[in-house]
């Protein structure tokens, strides 16, 4: 490398390094300053040492404006639905159910934090899975921040296959890879997540309850967890849309059948079962969380045909905001700004299928009705909710910001420079590294599709230039993607603004490096097996 090469590695990596010291030292800043102060310094350093026009860092800060309504509007609609679920008695009429089918604390985290979560994260993803377990597991008295920090462990292993595969055949959609690549390379991430599940949602369960309790009860969390992952391992062979989603179907019956009977678990509970609930109270109870189900897998199950309607790009209207770009509506009401600030840049906003609007808001102004709330109740809940995504508004903006500050320049674009340094230094031995690379991409952009398509054309290179699988390349980068979203920011701000905690981000990247260090072990071990 020459001098400047250096230069620019430096000033490519420098910024993310201000940004996790100030989120991880001791008095640590919150993600609602660092983050937009770091994308203060990579704007400085683009304009300044890349050269980059100040037009397009100004059209992509706009085009941040937009993207950002994705998350905060995703975020804003469950705590919306948290609210009701508290203000309504649900949450409670739920945490007593729950406690019935086993007072274990440790029956309780898998069923929730576990099944529950790998299903909802193969029918949804965009954070979805955290959004809803996380709150069940407060309202059953476990310590928020510790919530946190376990539902970002365990939404991990099925999150190559969310949103029903997307990360998996939109992720690498860019590489022009057969059908037959993509299911070889579902096969092999499904494969490494196989191994790596039977370690990582015990690191998880660690964060709550103690190596004892874990111990007492490792039959049923061992149960517990394949009762997921095998049939996950199973759908992988054949289909790359369903495993998550079919997966923890499977495994969610199952852990609460495993649990009913006692199967693994410990005699010795920590709380004495309550009077049993009536099924019809549960019912109503659990309605909003099953409407939310129901209507997360109808309408992101392809071939039904709902998908496509609320995706749908057919041009509703169309005109000019001038100098600021053009601007369109489709009949799916998804809002389109091209051309920002005339450049190549563009943004865009799912109204319909980002899942605030359907399912969050829908379930909730269904169940008002449903559960007789007062006017008073429904501005409570409104203005609880509204109060609550300012900061993470902030944050969030600041976070998109610098991913597409850091996105510009081509071959020359930071990220870029970063992934092809990692790849220089460790040559032949690649695939020790591989997931890392994925997992850098998730902490960037908080997205594991987003790091599939961001590194997937270099790891794609890097594999051809050195004789390695290609698609068990990719594979660890799927498989980094899903392991970085522990320390993946868009994830940590959404569970701690859905659970009130404040300015506890860094403290969160502290504990959740750890067991994505271990996975990356796992990866690379698990990948240099297969590569022999």
Known sequence: MTSEDDMSLFFSIAPIVLLIWMMTKRQGVPSYLALPLTAAVVYAVQLLWFGSAPLLLHANIISALVAVFTPITIIAGAILLNKLMQISGAENVIRNWLENISPNPVAQLMIIGWAFAFMIEGASGFGTPAAIAAPILVGLGFNPLRVALLTLVMNSVPVSFGAVGTPTWFGFANLGLSDGNLLDIGRLSALIHFVAGFIIPILALRFIVSWQQIRHNLV??????????????????????????????????????????????????????????????????????LLLIAILIVTRIHQLGLKALLNSTAPLWQGSLGWLGELSLSKALIINLQQVLGTSVSASYKTLYVPALIPF??????????????????????GDTAARISKPFIALLGALIMVNMMMQGGDRAPVIIIGQALADTTGSGWLLFSAFLGALGSFFSGSNTVSNLTFGGIQHSIAVSSGLNVNLTLALQSVGGAMGNMVCLNNIIAVCSILGISNAEGKIIRKTVLPMLVYGVIAAAVGSVLAF
Not at 248 to 273: D, F, H
Not at 361 to 382: E, G, T, W, Y
């Open 361 to 382: 808001l829908l379930v909730v102004l269904i169940s008002i009705p449903l559960f007789r709330l007062n006017a008073s109740q429904v501005r409570n809940m409104f």
């Open 220 to 289: 049923f969390i061992l149960l517990s967890i394949v009762s997921c992952t095998v049939p996950y391992l199973l759908l992988a062979q054949v289909n790359y849309e369903f495993p998550a989603l079919l997966g923890g179907a499977i495994g969610l019956t199952l852990s609460v059948l495993l649990a009913r009977s006692r199967i693994g678990l410990s005699n010795e509970p920590a709380n004495t079962p309550g009077a049993a609930i009536p099924f019809g109270q549960v019912l109503k109870a659990m309605t909003p969380t």
